[in-house]
């Protein structure tokens, strides 16, 4: 290790003092928790590509389009399909991806009360099949959200767990950056060395794929950090929705039948969904909610076309066809948009699959820099115990500074150790 | 004497040192143990374990036969600022489906139809009903369910709140004393 042992000024003194200070913050920052934030970051990673695991485990779950592929199944012809095939259930919602590999899903009610989700391929109709009753997707956002801790009383007590992390990682990262002198250098003459030892590896790995990650990092802590706020508000009844009491359908336009044993009057969910699309052109309707009650709205969203990171979502009179109550971009407030995009922001799911691997193989990374920096500590700290160690049984003398700790990189500007 | 026992306290030391940073795993054993309560929670929100937590059981309400449920067994919850609220579940029988048009519920006789309380959300198979605990109930007060058909019949029954959420008796007991 060439560490050049200038003894300048008096100046540098309290410079360097400041670097160890920041070098043991970043330090304690993860370490003493490393263990239990790698399993969040390994976790958050895996559950950015959950559909697609899903959709590579079960065939069920592609939308594969025939040799002479027509157009995508209307609302109206998937009802008609989940009806021939399943004429007990009655349908809940429907989401139909408007351009997807992912088949369409329908969330369907039976008469022993049970609801299922099939698949159903948005080409041909065919049902072709129903999703597990271990749903992966879910199983893995609950464990890394919220450690599959019960929501009985207001936000689980994992989700606090979870995401309180963000701080320390928020810290890690600022403190990293100020710690590691001249950082942007590493852009320029990326280093990373396999051919010195472990140690040195993954000191090389750690800074690189820190000064890589810091776009990363800093959304999926203030994300996070947000997660956690959220949690604080709810649960003390704080809120700033501007959606205002939920509404119902006038009495007056729900119809009094003369005789019983007729089906709810409803109007077809292509007529629904076409006055939604010619009252604003630029809807896309990608899911639909049936009317809970015969006073209650079809309910008809899609993903923003001016905003991809937010859906907008439409309520439909299911007697008349009046739009009743919208809730596109242009109905929610500045904090509600910011606040709205916190979510596909941490997950990365609104654009496509492009994103979603982008934030896998950063989420890999970052793991991997949990990782590493145990690594890093634990060697350095094992190498200077024995040190120490030896150091007392020969001069039977206490430690007298954190020095040895602290890396050449950190406390001198210029080339590192 | 006192050199090994120093070596052995350092030996200790060391093995702490090295062991004390991993102990955050430990946290691991919590999704460990919420695990089952997570599945259990799943099959009943997915229907597989009935219609609620407590079964209400099977009730004439007028021409319609329904199927009634305490969707969980625990104190009301609480719905924002508005006020604490207690859910139930409810099924219709099959041929009343096409001829109930909206069920409703409320704790305390109901003056007429608009004032018959929380309305039912979800499928004639499965519909969920929060019903708001008021400030002015009573543990001993009776709830009341409001069936209405699509011809405008109105059909009622009501039962002690006592025995359609004991949690919930408790809880507005507690509250009133």
């Known amino acids: 290790m060439p560490t050049s042992t200038s003894t300048k000024s008096m100046t540098e003194k309290p410079r360097a003092n400041r670097a160890k200070i920041w070098f043991l913050v970043h330090s304690w920052m993860a370490m003493p928790i490393w263990a239990f934030v790698f399993f969040i970051c390994l976790t958050g990673t895996i559950a950015t590509v959950s559909q697609e695991i899903v959709w590579l485990a079960d065939p069920a779950s592609r939308a594969n389009p025939p040799a002479q592929a027509g157009n995508l199944l209307s609302f109206d012809e998937i009802v008609a399909v989940v009806n021939e095939g399943h004429p007990e259930a009655i349908i809940q919602s429907i989401s139909r991806p408007v351009k997807s590999q992912f088949a369409l899903t329908a969330r369907i009610s039976y008469p022993d009360t049970t609801t299922r989700t099939l698949y159903i391929n948005p080409y041909t109709g065919v049902i072709q099949g129903e999703s597990s009753r271990f749903d992966f997707r879910q199983f893995v956002r609950g464990l890394h959200g919220w450690l599959l801790m019960p929501w009985t009383n207001g936000y689980s007590w994992g989700w606090y767990l979870v995401s309180i992390t963000a701080v320390p990682m928020l810290i890690s990262l600022i403190t990293g950056l100020v710690v590691y002198k001249r950082f942007w250098r590493g852009f320029l003459s990326p280093r990373l060395r396999f051919n010195v030892n472990a140690r040195v590896f993954w000191g ?38 501007t959606a205002g009491p939920p509404i119902y359908v006038d009495r007056a336009d729900v119809p009094q039948l003369s005789s019983n044993s007729q089906t709810p009057p409803f109007i077809r969910l292509d007529e629904a969904t076409a006055a939604v699309e010619t009252a604003f052109p630029d809807f896309q309707a990608s899911f639909v909610s049936m009317p809970g009650n015969a006073y209650a709205h079809y309910r008809i969203g899609g993903r923003s076309v001016s905003y991809p990171l937010l859906f907008e979502s439409v309520s439909v009179n299911p007697y008349n066809a009046k739009i009743e109550q919208t809730r596109r971009i242009s109905d929610l407030s500045w904090l509600e948009i910011i606040t709205g995009s916190m979510r596909p922001l941490h997950t990365g799911d609104f654009v496509g699959l492009s994103l979603k691997l982008v934030y896998f193989f950063f989420g890999i990374l970052l793991t991997l820099m949990v990782f590493s920096g145990m690594m890093i500590w634990s060697k350095r700290t094992f190498r200077d115990t024995a040190a120490v160690l030896r150091e007392r049984k020969i001069k039977q003398q206490p430690n007298k500074q954190m020095d040895s700790q602290i890396p050449a990189y950190a406390l001198k500007e210029g080339e590192s150790a | 004497m006192s050199q090994p026992r120093a070596s052995q306290s350092r030996h200790t030391k060391s093995f702490w040192f090295r062991w004390r940073f991993h102990l955050s795993g430990l946290l691991l054993i919590l999704p460990m143990v919420a695990m089952p309560f997570y599945f259990d929670d799943l099959a009943m929100s997915r229907g ?25 067994t625990n104190p009301p919850w609480r719905d924002g600022v508005a006020s604490y609220m207690k859910t139930f579940s409810l099924s219709l029988c099959e041929t009343c489906i096409p001829e109930v048009k909206a069920a409703y519920m409320r704790i305390g006789k109901p003056r007429n139809l608009r004032t018959a309380g929380a309305i039912s959300f979800g499928t004639p198979y499965r519909q969920f009903i929060s019903v708001p605990i008021t400030d002015s109930a009573t543990a001993d007060a009776d709830i009341w369910l409001t069936l209405e058909g699509w011809d405008g019949s109105v059909h009622q029954i009501s039962m002690p709140l006592a025995d359609a959420s004991p949690s919930a008796a408790t809880f507005i007991q507690r509250r009133n004393h």
Request: net charge negative.
């Open chain 1, 204 to 241: 090389d790995f750690h800074r690189l794929a820190g000064i890589w990650s810091i776009p990363f990092i800093a959304i999926i802590s203030i994300t996070s950090i947000w997660f956690l706020l959220q949690g604080i508000l709810q649960d003390n009844q704080v809120s700033f929705s």
């Open chain 2, 48 to 72: 597989e374990k009935g219609l609620g937590e407590r079964d209400l059981g099977q009730h004439q309400v007028g021409p319609w036969q329904i199927q009634l449920a305490e969707w969980d």
